[in-house]
């Protein structure tokens, strides 16, 4: 199968083969001729699969053929959860368009609105958005949808979680009646399957893998670590193993902080990204990361979605989710495009909860190490179990570095269950 075959344009696949792609992805293939056919889709697909190109190709196919007018109003608008994936995507869409008379831009929350005002009136083509900012502009009479003929719903299971459904629901009632709907998400869960059902018609179901599926060869560690004494280990982690480039996740953003900071002092080049760091200080970082200036990325769990960063080795959870699905998208940083990566998570005692939940996700057991020196104390052995409802994503064995690893063992991670409006993370945008 080609890109040519899935009856792209040859601008199109002149951009294609310029950005360097060879072969369709399994969610392209099976999304781009739906797309073009113009039905409406229900994509299971999770980050770093090819999606964007999946819809974003056959959508400026789509609106180079129809009518343009003068004005250049938005006709295919692409909602995202963050800022970072917000961005992300439309400078894929830019990418793709290169060879295209379609223009596009991104508007998201954190930064001044002048800029992304200024362009939209210059026109557009292709919005990508998240839900808070467009309100926003659209509340301030700076914005009109009614010309949308697609709308993209991307990782809409992350929308849900981070509480932007009734967002969502407000944006659907500003867009036209007659549209092309899609919705990717990771996971088909009871909720996602209920948004979907009050705005796409007959919808194409397409899956990249089995549903709810993912399977990923990535080394997979667990350390059951002394509270007080993480951070020494992260460090002493990253210094033997010689780590060149570490994602690290904590749950909060005080956490990030501090963590950067002790690396920064341990003489490990860090930066911490999260909700409360500006659109501009997130980027700065995450641009050094990519370029080998910073060694460690420390990061929560929505500032990191939908990052894009090649061939990355290393991912530890400094803390484990109190969400499992969050593991499987944490973990799913590295080992991508058949390359190896490790994965390795650092559990105390009030943590032993979250990684049984883990483990039932996938179906798996995983075996924790106890380091001398590191152990958990007998005072940390918590009075009750973590959180209830809630299901993680299980490891498999990992070496603590890409040249020395235990065992490398193929799981199969299971996306689903009570996802959605019940549970609202803080909302960075």
């Known amino acids: 199968m080609t890109f040519k075959s899935l009856g792209l344009t040859d601008n199109l696949l002149k951009s294609v083969s310029t950005m360097g792609y060879t072969e369709p992805s399994p969610i392209q293939i099976k999304a781009i001729p739906l797309v073009l056919e113009g039905r409406d889709i229900l994509a299971s697909a999770q980050t770093g699969t090819g999606k964007t190109a999946g819809f974003g190709l056959p959508i400026i196919q789509i609106l180079e053929r129809g009518n343009r007018m003068r004005n250049r109003p938005v006709r295919a608008l692409i909602l995202t959860p963050t800022r970072e994936l917000a961005a992300q995507v439309e400078e894929d869409i830019r990418n793709f368009g290169v060879n295209s008379d379609i223009r596009s831009t991104v508007i998201f929350g954190g930064v001044n609105q002048n800029p992304q005002v200024a362009r939209l009136r210059a026109g557009v083509d292709v919005l990508v958005a998240t839900p808070g900012r467009l309100l926003d502009l659209q509340n301030q009479g700076l914005l009109s949808l009614s010309n949308v003929e697609i709308l993209v719903l991307d990782e809409a299971d992350r929308m849900l979680d981070m509480g932007f459904l009734r967002d969502i629901q407000r944006i659907l009632k500003l867009l036209p009646a007659k549209r092309q709907n899609l919705l990717f998400s ?56 010689n780590w060149k480039q570490v994602l690290i996740f904590t749950r909060t953003k005080h956490g990030a902080n501090r963590l950067s900071d002790k690396l920064s002092q341990a003489n490990i080049s860090s930066a911490a990204i999260h909700g409360n760091k500006s659109q501009n200080a997130r980027t700065k970082a995450l ?48 080992g991508r495009a058949g390359a190896g990566g490790d994965a390795i998570s650092l559990v105390n005692f009030d943590e032993v909860g979250f990684l049984r939940e883990i483990e039932k996700l996938i179906g798996e057991r995983m075996p924790a190490e106890i ?14 179990m973590p959180s209830q409802n809630r299901r993680r994503t299980q490891p498999r064995s990992a070496g603590q570095g890409s040249g020395s690893r235990n065992s490398s063992t193929k799981s199969k991670y299971r996306g689903g269950g009570n996802r959605g409006g019940g549970r609202n993370k803080s909302r960075e945008d």
């Open 371 to 384: 380091v001398k020196g590191f152990e958990p104390g007998p005072d940390q052995i918590p009075t009750k």
């Open 186 to 241: 990771a996971t088909f869960s009871k909720d996602i399957r209920k948004l979907a059902g009050s705005f796409l018609h007959n919808p194409a179901s397409v899956e990249a893998t089995p549903e709810n599926t993912t399977v990923e060869i990535i080394n997979q560690k667990v350390y059951r670590i002394d509270k007080a004494r993480k951070t020494e280990f992260t460090i002493q982690l990253i210094k033997e193993g």
């Open 287 to 334: 641009e050094g990361f990519k370029a080998g200036e910073i060694r460690v990325l420390v990061a929560t769990d929505i500032a990191a979605r939908g990052l894009d960063i090649p061939l990355l080795p290393h991912v530890v959870n400094y803390e484990l989710p109190n969400v499992p699905e969050d593991y499987v998208h944490r973990i799913g940083r590295t």
